[in-house]
């Protein structure tokens, strides 16, 4: 199982860009975001998950700004991120498992996690 995330890049404050993530081999249940900011903790963006039904979750601080969906034909996972601040600079990202709801948010969650990908944003 892999996954490839890419769209990062330098955008001003109040820009948007969209990440992406090519996901590989197994299907799992939960794919979500994640980033982490120099000399933070990586934190929680959001997540698609698929049990009974499909729901999506995300953190207070992107919620409204940040938009998560799915392309299944392409196996893709994207994060449409609109409003963008510099506190939103960070390394991003994808991840893949099959958490508990209650975990959903954890980095423990996840089994499969992308390499990463940089979004920096001036003010």
């Known amino acids: 199982v892999q996954l490839q995330a890419s769209g990062g890049g330098l955008v001003q404050a109040g820009g948007s860009l969209r990440l992406s993530c090519v996901a590989s081999g197994r299907t799992f249940r939960s794919y979500a975001w994640f980033r982490q900011a120099p000399g933070k903790e990586r934190e929680f963006v959001g997540a698609?998950?698929?049990?009974?039904?499909?729901?999506?979750y995300y953190a207070d601080s992107v919620k409204s700004r940040f938009t998560i969906s799915r392309d299944n034909a392409k196996n893709t996972l994207y994060l449409e991120m609109n409003s963008l601040t510099p506190e939103d600079t960070a390394i991003y990202y994808c991840a893949a498992g099959d958490p508990i709801i209650s975990s959903v948010s954890t980095y423990e969650g996840y089994r499969v996690w992308g390499q990463g990908t940089l979004v920096t944003v001036s003010s």
């Open positions: 698609m998950v698929s049990y009974s039904a499909k729901r999506i």
